[in-house]
């Protein structure tokens, strides 16, 4: 009964444990394995093309401005202004030198009168102000700005420059100082010749004062004036350079003893200011040739009176034009002047000439000069030689200078093969052309000192003692000496 009971207890047991083994959940498969991954294969490096790097754009370089003094105002459009040859010359060719020299030079011109602008030069340089680059110069002031030290020496810059060797030798001479160093570079020569009425004159201009009392009385009695001048005291004594100097000379007749010493009473001098003297006396000068404000010009334009004594390059101001056998010469540019000329009815002669004498003729040159204390000076060399090149020089002679071109193969430009210049050549060559200043150191001041007395003599006290008054406007300048 024991093992019985035994037997009963393991059955037992065995069964409860297939019980619990048959309600286990059913055993999962083994997962599949993945795959090993590959290690990846190592690939060839690619070569990097170099980085093209985009064009620097590189900014325009600034221009300097380049400054220059002139007379003449580019601004200045109006056709009936005295200057509107050399105002246009300049708003025409401003913009050409600009952009050759582009991004390095750019051309500013201010304007100056042009009876002040050489005080006002000089008044800058002495106080250390503001100064062009480049100033116009005329030569007759050349002894003044040496004096004051108002210009660069330009000797040894000018002989180094291939168009020197080429300048007229008297117009290298015109822009020297006492010193004999050169001050400016001459662009054009303006000596004076004798504008004539060919109706008035017929048989050619006189050759000497008793030639020339004769035909003008003759004239007189027509109802016209022999000659008309720059009589007037006006524009600081200038009727010294523009007519008195040029009867004075005619006569051997000079302002200085040639040791810058003012010498007015000479022999010579005395009998010019009598042939003044008589020939206003006699009526054969308008009174307006003493009014001043260049009222004198318009006798010879009304052909009222048959010559004017003038610079080369006056006729620009000379329009319109009534020639005496009633032509009309009035487009109001100077081709008035001009086409005169062409047509037969003015010619230029040289000034009559006391015996033993050569006529007389006062000249200067209109030249470029750099300011000391200029704060560009290289860009006043450039503007030099550029104006100097052969594409430029003629038409600044036309619009600038006025009269003849100081380098000789500028000379055979057709501009100046015109009947006018001829006529001038033949005239200037037919004189003993010299500056009006001579040794004077002080043009500025004998200018006028010289042109009140002459015009005492001559108009305000035509009965005064001649050498007793000219003694005393002598002493007055040499005491500055």
């Not at 093209?52 to 220059?68: G, I, L, M, T, W």
């Not at 000034?351 to 209109?366: I, V, Y």
């Not at 200078?401 to 055979?412: A, D, E, I, M, N």
Request: hydrophobic fraction near 40%; proline fraction near 7%; include cysteine.
């Amino acid at each position: 009964m024991k093992h019985r009971g035994l037997f009963f207890k393991l059955f037992g047991f065995l069964l409860i444990v297939a019980l619990l083994a048959a309600c286990a959940p059913a055993a999962q498969p083994p997962a599949a394995e993945e795959p090993a991954a590959e290690a990846p294969v190592a690939e060839e490096p690619v070569a990097e093309e170099p980085a093209v790097e985009e064009p620097a754009v590189e900014e325009p370089a600034e221009a300097v401005d380049f400054v220059s003094w002139f007379q003449y105002d580019q601004d200045n459009e109006d056709p009936a202004a005295d200057e509107r040859v050399g105002n246009e010359y300049l708003r025409n060719t401003i913009p050409m030198f600009n952009e050759e020299f582009a991004g390095k030079w750019n051309w500013v011109n201010v304007p100056k009168a042009f009876d002040k602008m050489d005080a006002e030069l000089v008044a800058a340089v002495q106080a250390g102000g503001d100064v062009p680059d480049v100033f116009e110069a005329l030569t007759d002031n050349i002894n003044t700005f040496y004096r004051n030290g108002t210009l660069q020496d330009l000797t040894e810059w000018a002989q180094a420059q291939e168009w020197f060797s080429d300048l007229d030798s008297s117009a290298v001479e015109s822009c020297k100082g006492p010193d004999g160093k050169l001050y400016c570079i001459p662009i054009a020569q303006q000596p004076q010749v004798v504008y004539v009425w060919t109706d008035r004159f017929p048989n050619g201009y006189p050759e000497t004062p008793e030639e020339f009392m004769e035909q003008a009385e003759a004239l007189k009695a027509q109802g016209y004036y022999a000659i008309t001048f720059f009589g007037s005291t006006d524009s600081n004594g200038a009727g010294i350079k523009r007519a008195v100097f040029t009867i004075l000379s005619s006569f051997g007749g000079r302002l200085d003893d040639g040791q810058g010493n003012m010498l007015l009473n000479t022999p010579e001098n005395v009998a010019a200011i009598e042939f003044m003297r008589e020939i206003i006396a006699n009526g054969y000068v308008p009174e307006i040739a003493f009014a001043g404000g260049f009222q004198e010009e318009e006798a010879f334009k009304d052909s009222s009176a048959g010559s004017f004594p003038t610079g080369l390059n006056g006729y620009r101001y000379l329009n319109p034009l009534t020639a005496p056998n009633g032509t009309k010469y009035d487009k109001g540019n100077e081709n008035d002047f001009l086409d005169a000329i062409a047509a037969g009815d003015i010619y230029l002669s040289s000034f009559l000439s006391a015996e033993g004498h050569e006529p007389g003729c006062d000249t200067k040159s209109r030249g470029l000069a750099i300011p000391v204390g200029a704060k560009n000076p290289e860009a006043a060399y450039d503007f030099i030689n550029w104006i100097m090149s052969p594409e430029q020089d003629a038409d600044f002679v036309m619009g600038v200078g006025g009269g003849f071109p100081t380098l000789k193969t500028t000379q055979s430009h057709e501009y100046f093969q015109a009947p006018y210049y001829q006529q001038a050549a033949e005239a200037v060559g037919a004189s003993a052309c010299r500056p009006w200043y001579g040794s004077l150191e002080r043009p500025a001041e004998a200018q006028p000192l010289a042109m009140n007395v002459i015009y005492k003599l001559i108009k305000d006290d035509p009965t005064a003692d001649i050498s007793a008054a000219l003694i005393q406007a002598q002493e007055e300048y040499n005491a500055g000496n």
